[in-house]
């Protein structure tokens, strides 16, 4: 991979911060990458260098000493000015600080056959630690009502973001969530200046970006230019006419007729995947092996198992997993899945009988499974299960998108023989 010509807008891309050893690269002009998977589950807390980036334009290089956000909000009382207040970063650093190590996803899984978009696999999520102070507080420091019983909520509103910079399909990057969402404090929705105890870098949004957890990555707005508080959600292109689940007969030609009959995904869904063995990886048969991957979920619902299958599905067997606990936000296994190659320790694993079931859950687990004896056909499959009763479907359904394919994640690795024949 070389940098582009300095003869374009993408002259000014940060490579020296990309690392491209850890990456599958999708796209470079603008840049996508997805993460490795073997790289993708070495650490609980996925570091900077492996995180995935998505990108829909040229990466914005903004001075933090003069940059800003509006924030605006509309009334829909005629009578009610808009109130605009403008906020640097210094402003924002300021208010109340928290921290949230959440799970940014891209919009789902493995596509099954072309779609419209960056054709991704399983390598698009990443588990950060995000520090900044709450949308919440902005909005409130703007003029909003702190208390959500006051007549101002009794309709339903919307929240805005729009970033810096030029996107492919729009003038530029913006999309919005419900105002009650953002506003209740307990969803930790954040103006983000951190990633891992350090300044975002500017492939993730520098020098302040929304962190939603729960939601998905799509409404991560980076670069923020205004922030804004309407009556309806964004009439950006992300919004109305991207990141949507279309039925299976949407396709190029008819998809104008089925985008406004749709709502724009907000929710991540339950997902799992396998991350070793990896696409390149041999496993000796008869000897053991320890399958790793990931799972998550949205809306601050728990991932409560993960279960593995060897036979296609006909009986499956739980995996141990390696989790946070909210009650302390830290993991029980910081760096990785805790246990050794050949399965023999297992430090750190939960069975969950040590979780808070009844908090909000914003990170991803990891998890392994101990494979005693591989078979010469062998065959892995993978699904997870969350707090609200959902699992994934055995099958996947096309979507003109390609979003939120969460369908049983399987892999055939190749085996090689043993000299030893199997007793």
């Not at 002009?29 to 334009?57: Q, S, W």
């Not at 930790?188 to 520098?206: C, K, P, S, W, Y």
């Amino acid at each position: 991979m070389t940098p582009p010509s300095a003869q374009n807008i993408y002259a000014d891309e940060p490579w020296n911060d990309r690392h491209l050893s850890n990456y599958v690269v999708r796209a470079e002009k603008p840049f996508n990458a997805e993460v490795k998977l073997d790289k993708l589950i070495e650490h609980f807390v996925t570091p900077t260098e492996r995180h995935f980036r998505r990108n829909h334009g040229p990466i914005p290089n903004l001075d933090p000493e003069t940059w800003s956000v509006t924030v605006e909000i509309n009334s829909l009382a005629s009578s009610a000015p808009q109130r605009t207040k403008v906020f640097r970063l210094s402003d924002i650093q300021r208010l109340q600080q928290f921290e949230v190590v959440a799970v940014l996803e891209r919009d789902g899984l493995k596509a099954i056959k072309p779609v419209n978009g960056v054709i991704w696999g399983a390598g698009t999520a990443s588990n950060a630690q995000w520090g900044g102070c709450r949308l919440r507080d902005v909005l409130v420091a703007a003029g909003m009502p702190s208390n959500l019983c006051d007549p101002f909520y009794e309709t339903p509103r919307h929240v805005e973001f729009a970033g810096h910079g030029e996107a492919s399909d729009d003038v530029h990057y913006a999309t919005s969530i419900p105002l009650e969402w953002a506003m209740n404090p307990l969803n930790m929705v954040l103006v983000a200046t951190e990633m891992n105890g350090h300044q975002l870098l500017r492939d993730h949004g520098f020098p302040a970006r929304i962190v939603a957890p729960g939601i998905i990555g799509a409404r991560w707005v980076k670069w923020l230019n205004y922030i804004r508080v309407q009556d309806r959600e964004s009439n950006c292109f992300y919004q109305k006419r991207d990141y949507k689940i279309l039925p299976p007969m949407a396709n190029s030609s008819n998809c104008e007729q089925f985008w406004p009959r749709f709502p724009a995904l907000m929710e991540l869904n339950i997902q799992s995947a396998i991350c070793r063995p990896s696409a390149d990886e041999r496993l000796q048969a008869w000897k053991p092996y320890v399958v790793r991957g990931y799972a998550l979920s949205g809306g601050g619902r728990a991932v409560d198992r993960v279960e593995i299958s060897l036979d296609d599905g006909v009986t499956w067997d739980l995996a141990k997993m390696y989790c946070m606990n909210p009650k302390n936000s830290s993991s029980n296994s910081s760096t990785s899945t805790g246990a050794s190659e050949d399965g023999s320790e297992d430090d750190g694993s939960s069975d969950g009988s040590d979780r808070d079931w009844t908090a909000r859950h914003w990170g991803w687990v990891l998890w392994s499974f101990r494979i005693s004896s591989v078979p010469p056909d062998c065959s892995i499959a993978c699904r997870a299960w969350d707090s609200g009763g959902n699992t994934q479907p055995a099958a996947a359904v096309w979507n003109y998108r390609g979003v939120m394919n969460n369908s049983v994640f399987r892999v055939h690795p190749q085996v090689t023989a043993s000299l030893k024949s199997h007793m």
